[in-house]
C-alpha cells in the first residue's frame, strides 16, 4: 500500500504517545481543542506479538507489548495509513495489519490492534462514550476483542451484558462503586476471564477490553478509565422525601442491562477501517 499520511500532525500527535508511559492503568481524559482535533488512544491486544507502529514509512511506536494502552493524544483529523509489523521487520518487511484510518474531527476514541473472532489480526476503532454522569453514577463499557466466541458479561454474578460478539460493544450508566465481573461464554455459566474486581468510580467511564484468545487459553481483560463526566448533584431527580434519590443510589447494575443491550453493535464502533488486513 502507498503511503498516504495526509496530516502531518498525525506525526507529531502520535509521537506524544512515544513520550508518555506505555500502559498507565487509568487515563486522564484530554478534550479536543478544536473541532479539527481528535483525541486517540492506541490499545495492542494481539497476544504475543511485540510490534512497531507505523504511520506509512514512519514509525511511530516502538516495541509496542501487547497488553500496552497508550496515554490519549490529540490528532488531527484526517485520514492516516497504519501500518503494524512484527518488532525490527518494518518497514521494509509485510505488515501484520495495514489499514486506513478516518480520524473525524471532535471525537475521543480507542483504536485497537486485536484478533477477530477467527483469530486473526485486526484493527478496529471505538468511540469513547465522554457525556455527562448523573450524579452517583458511573459508566461501564465492555468491548469484545477476543478471537473468542459471543459472550456474556456478568457483575456480581449477574448477566448485564448478553451475547456480545467480537468486535462489538456494550454500555450502561450504573451505580458509582464496587463490583466484581467476570465473562462467561453466552448463555452458560462457564467463566471465560475474571471474576476482576472493578471500581467504578462517580463521573468515569470504564471501559473493559475482553483480548487474546479462547483457543490458545490466553484470554484477559485491559481497562481504560476516562474521567471527567461528572454532573452536578442538583441533577438527581428527588422526591419530596428525597427517597427518589435514595432509590436511585441502590439501583443494581441488572436492571441497566435494557439500556447496555440497546447500545450493542454499531453505535460502538467509529471507523470500521478501509483496507483489507493483511
Excluded: C
Excluded at 136 to 149: M, N
Excluded at 235 to 256: C, F, K, T
Amino acid at each position: 500500500m502507498t503511503s498516504r499520511v495526509t496530516g502531518t500532525a498525525l506525526t507529531a500527535g502520535i509521537a506524544v504517545a512515544l513520550s508518555v508511559a506505555a500502559g498507565a492503568p487509568a487515563l486522564a481524559q484530554p478534550q479536543a481543542s478544536d473541532d479539527n482535533q481528535a483525541t486517540v488512544s492506541v490499545l495492542h491486544a494481539v497476544p504475543g506479538l511485540t510490534v512497531d507502529v507505523y504511520a506509512g514509512d514512519k514509525e511511530l511506536i516502538p516495541d509496542f507489548k501487547p497488553g500496552t494502552l497508550t496515554d490519549p493524544m490529540k490528532l488531527d483529523a484526517g485520514s492516516y495509513d497504519i501500518k503494524i509489523f512484527k518488532d525490527g521487520e518494518g518497514p521494509g518487511g509485510t505488515p501484520a495489519i495495514e489499514k486506513t484510518v478516518d480520524v473525524p474531527s471532535g471525537a475521543n476514541a480507542t483504536v485497537v490492534a486485536h484478533l477477530n473472532a477467527q483469530g486473526e489480526p485486526a484493527l478496529d476503532a471505538f468511540v469513547n462514550d465522554t457525556s455527562k454522569v448523573p450524579a452517583g453514577k458511573a459508566r461501564l463499557t465492555v468491548r469484545h476483542v477476543a478471537a473468542a466466541p459471543a459472550v456474556d458479561v456478568r457483575a456480581d454474578g449477574t448477566p448485564v451484558f448478553k451475547n456480545l460478539e467480537n468486535p462489538k460493544e456494550a454500555k450502561g450508566d450504573v451505580a458509582a462503586g464496587t463490583i466484581s465481573a467476570d465473562v462467561v461464554l453466552a448463555g452458560t455459566n462457564t467463566v471465560a476471564i475474571g471474576p476482576a474486581e472493578l471500581d467504578l468510580g462517580e463521573g468515569t467511564n470504564t471501559v473493559v477490553y475482553a483480548w487474546g484468545s479462547a483457543e490458545d487459553k490466553n484470554l484477559a481483560l485491559k481497562t481504560q478509565t476516562l474521567t471527567g463526566m461528572h454532573s452536578a448533584p442538583d441533577g438527581v431527580p428527588a422526591g419530596e422525601s428525597g427517597q427518589a434519590a435514595a432509590h436511585n443510589e441502590s439501583l443494581p447494575i441488572g436492571a441497566l442491562s435494557l439500556g447496555a443491550v440497546s447500545a450493542l453493535g454499531a453505535a460502538g464502533l467509529l471507523w470500521r477501517l478501509r483496507s483489507s488486513t493483511r
